[in-house]
């Protein structure tokens, strides 16, 4: 999946899990970056090491094991800091996976035409998702305080 799909649809999954709390708790900055997570680990490793890594180009960043790490550290920093960004970045890392597994699925893989356009229904949603959040920012004149603190 490209960027735009992750990042869209990523914020769009996660605003609605936020609309169920009291105050606002996600950054939506590190949130974006979030969203690309595993891409951003994997792509340099495979640059780096080559294009035959074990997994093709979903190594380290694509594995469960980061997304074991993320949630443990989530919850130790939540637990003893009362702090909720390491969260953050796991709902961005596993909303990313969970897109890839839905996007490369092997049995839709074998029918590219369908594939094809799945992933570009995707890009499109997402980016639709992006413009419409940022669109509600300068209508708002929130633009400012989004980079100053990452809420929307």
Known sequence: MLP??????????VRVLESNFQSPWVDYRLLLVASLLPDLID????YMFGAHSIFGNRDCGHSLLLLLILFIV???Q????NNLTILILFL???????????????HW??????STNMLMTFEIIGGCLLICFFTGLVLHNKV?????????
């Not at 735009?4 to 999954?13: E, N, Q, S």
């Not at 400012?144 to 929307?152: P, R, S, V």
């Open 43 to 46: 792509k340099p490793i495979g």
């Open 4 to 13: 735009l799909g992750h990042m869209g649809i990523t914020v769009a999954v």
């Open 144 to 152: 400012g305080y989004f980079i100053k603190t990452g809420e929307l």
């Open 74 to 76: 989530a919850v130790i």
């Open 78 to 81: 939540w637990y003893y800091r």
């Open 109 to 114: 893989a074998d029918r590219a035409l369908f």
């Open 92 to 106: 961005g890392a596993l909303t990313h996976d969970i897109l890839d597994i839905v996007s490369h699925h092997e």
